[in-house]
């Protein structure tokens, strides 16, 4: 298991750093880099030379420098890092990610941790809501459309749980804001809490929560709750027909007993490998076109702007700690194989 273990960090280096190399050399060749954005708001009004770090990337040539003195021009390179190679930027830039120093915002004039950690609570509002509603409602669904499979409950479940995945979250998202929202204000519009929370109480604080994040996370939680309960109630049929099921009921056991002493952990293998993975990514999941259609600040929105507008240290930033974690989570998840079925092995 430790070999196991060690080759797959081993394996994790390469697999990092092909992802960041990858994406540093498409960001080379990416017009409108952080110099023509710099220009481009200095034309429309902006003063001054503004915030700037450390460059990971940028454009090959900037036309939106014509016409700017050379010596000022430079200047601005020189303040976003783009008058070094591009192969001296990027060794630094690895450098500073070994230290975990995810470099600072071009426009924002903040670092790259301080903004994930402004964004985060949104993100986790959502992504927590989300996982525990899909597990502690679809799991228990599933069970129960598998033990009554073709039954008439069965097959009224599983089309609404179809028409709900056919609908995409930003869709179901306008549909829930125009008729609760607007038509029978039901539910705010924006935000995750009102203008007077500071004034609130704790139970009323709660009571706003609550209220503002009900119709985003029902918009968010109709795909994946459709995944999980199908994906549970077919992982029960796979083993309910199984040769040991036979046995177990041939043995005398009730049906109660076959289902939960012997079924149910064979079954949700697939379910309880995927925890880690499903908890991890709600802390750092961000859904860009509900978090828009919410006016929620969450890493969704966060990451859009920044390649709209080439922030390239918070796009290389981010896109090296989520790929970070989503790899030590993925070595979690195949690990908890081994935990969850003792006959699984890494040989």
Request: net charge positive.
């Amino acid at each position: 298991m430790f070999a196991y273990i060690l080759k797959r960090i081993l394996l994790m280096l390469p697999t990092l750093l092909g992802v960041l190399l990858l994406t540093f050399v498409v960001i080379q060749f990416v017009p409108g880099g952080p110099v023509e954005q710099y220009l481009a708001e200095a034309k429309a009004g902006a003063t001054g030379l503004g915030g700037g770090g450390g460059g990971e990337g940028g454009g090959m040539a900037y036309r939106g420098a014509q016409g700017v003195d050379p010596k000022r021009l430079a200047q601005i390179k020189a303040l976003y890092g783009f008058d070094k190679p591009a192969h001296e930027r990027f060794i630094q830039m690895l450098g500073r990610f070994a230290r975990f120093d995810l470099g600072r915002s071009f426009f924002q004039n903040k670092d790259v941790w301080q903004l994930v950690k402004e964004k985060l609570p949104v993100s986790i509002s959502l992504g927590l809501w989300t996982f525990f509603i899909s597990y502690l409602v679809a799991v228990p669904l599933g069970v129960a459309k598998a033990v009554r499979a073709g039954s008439r409950f069965d097959l009224v479940t599983t089309l609404i749980i179809l028409v709900g995945y056919a609908i995409p979250g930003f869709v179901l998202g306008v549909a829930l804001l125009v008729v609760f929202g607007g038509q029978l204000q039901w539910f705010p519009l924006r935000g995750l809490t009102s203008a007077n929370w500071d004034d609130l109480s704790l139970m009323g604080k709660v009571t706003d929560y609550l209220w503002h994040i009900t119709l985003p996370i029902t918009a968010m939680v109709a795909g994946s709750f459709a995944v999980t309960a199908m994906l549970t109630k077919n992982a029960f049929l796979e083993e309910i027909r199984k040769q040991y099921v036979l046995t177990a009921r041939a043995k005398g056991l009730t049906e109660r007993q076959v289902l939960y002493k012997h079924v149910f952990r064979n079954a949700l293998i697939p379910i309880i490998t995927g925890f880690p993975s499903a908890f991890i990514g709600a802390f750092f999941a961000g859904s860009l076109l509900i978090e828009t259609l919410f006016s929620l600040d969450g890493l969704g929105l966060l990451s859009y702007e920044s390649v709209i507008r080439r922030d390239y240290p918070v796009v290389l930033g981010t896109l090296y700690l989520f790929t970070l974690i989503g790899l030590v989570t993925k070595l979690i998840s195949d690990l908890c194989y081994v935990w969850v079925d003792p006959r699984v092995k890494f040989d």
